[in-house]
């Protein structure tokens, strides 16, 4: 099993501020990293796929970058509707798919 | 627009059976993999099982290989998960999931549905 690290926890920041998330894999997944946003009761929402391409109907404000073991999701410039849970998880070998344990973004 | 509906979840206790189904729609269901994946309260997601779009082929965590079972009716659009010999530990929001295949490979879930709270206790 492919364990996936999230880091930090949870990240504090101000509306319109950047955040950086961080995701590292215990191996190689090479650029088979998908990020999802949840927000309490909701199910998760696909963001990021093939680790820098946004699904449909993200704004440009997320990105991904990274390949093989380190991974980053950056939001540009946070909105109010973007605090909420974070997940990286790994599709390396279908479907036998892992997920970090989640950064939340907090308002600070 | 895809939609997936899960039903099925309730309160049981240890040892007992339930039956989750997913009813799918606005997409050619038969075409795709689809997944369960659960999150237990207050905690992260974990992959439970998958099956491909002709219905061969299920895979299974190994945490409930051996006590879940997960099918499909193509002709009913509906994906199931039969679950047997439930722990205190299965219990969690089941969300059911399309998933992103292309040329003939699966890759990671795209569409998600809303999720049912499975709940094992006596």
């Known amino acids: 099993e492919i364990v996936m690290t999230q880091s930090p926890a949870t990240l504090s920041v101000s509306p319109g501020e950047r955040a950086t998330l961080s995701c590292r894999a215990g191996q190689s997944v090479s650029n088979n990293l998908a990020w999802y946003q949840q927000k309490p009761g909701h199910a998760p929402r696909l963001l990021i796929y093939?680790?820098?391409t946004r699904a449909t109907g993200i704004p440009a404000r997320f990105s991904g970058s990274g390949s093989g073991t380190e991974f980053t999701l950056t939001i540009s410039s946070l909105q109010s509707e973007d605090f909420a849970v974070y997940y990286c998880q790994q599709y390396n070998n279908w479907p036998l798919w892992t997920f970090g344990q989640g950064t939340k973004v907090e308002i600070k | 627009e895809v939609q997936l509906l899960e039903s099925g979840g309730g309160l049981v206790q240890p040892g007992g059976s339930l039956r989750l189904s997913c009813a799918a729609s606005g997409f050619t269901f038969s075409s795709y993999a689809m997944s369960w994946v659960r999150q237990a309260p207050g905690k992260g997601l974990e992959w439970v099982s998958a099956i491909s779009g002709s219905g061969g082929s299920p895979y299974y965590a190994d945490s409930v290989k051996g006590r879940f079972t997960i099918s499909r009716d193509n002709s009913k659009n509906t994906l199931y998960l039969q679950m047997n010999s439930l722990r205190a530990e299965d219990t969690a929001v089941y969300y059911c999931?399309?998933?992103?295949?292309?040329?003939?490979?699966?890759?990671?879930?795209?569409?998600w549905g809303q999720g049912t709270l499975v709940t094992v206790s006596s």
């Open positions: 999931a399309k998933d992103y295949c292309s040329g003939g490979i699966c890759y990671f879930p795209d569409y």
């Open positions: 093939g680790a820098s």
